[in-house]
C-alpha cells in the first residue's frame, strides 16, 4: 500500500508551508520522528532521533540526534537544523536522511537545550 502524504506529528500554522523535502504520493498518513534512524549520504546510520526544537508557533527547528557511542556509552547529542533533513517515501516506511557525512555531524557541538548555537546549521555543515 502507498504512502501518500507524510505528516510529522507537528501541527503547522494555518498558510504555513510544508517542509519541501516531503512529497505526497499515496494516502495520509502520520509518521512518528522519535526513536527514528537517521542516515548518512552513503546509506550509513548516523544516529537517531531522540528530540525536536520547534519555535513558539510550533514549526520544527531541529531534530537532535543520539550520535556516536557504543552499547549506550559515549552517546552525544547534536541538533541538526531542520533544513538539513530530508525525508524520502519508500515502500513501507519513510527513511530520514541529511546530505552530510558522519564526520560533520559527530563533530557538531554538543547540544545543549535552549542554546540556539549548539544546532548545526546549514551554512555550518559545509
Known sequence: ????????LLAAPA????????TAVGAPQMVALMGRRLF????EE?????????DAEGRPLAAVVDVGGFMGLGIRRVALAWE??????????????VEIGADRVTAAPEYRPGDATTI????ASR
Open 46 to 54: 548516523l544516529g537517531r532521533v531522540v528530540d525536536l526544537v520547534v
Open 15 to 22: 498558510g504555513a508551508q510544508t517542509p519541501a523535502a516531503i
Open 84 to 97: 538539513l533533513l530530508r525525508f524520502r517515501v519508500e515502500p513501507d516506511m519513510v527513511r530520514m536522511s
Open 40 to 43: 548518512g549520504p552513503g546509506g
Open 1 to 8: 500500500m502507498g504512502l501518500m502524504l507524510v505528516l510529522l
Open 120 to 123: 548545526l546549521s546549514p551554512s
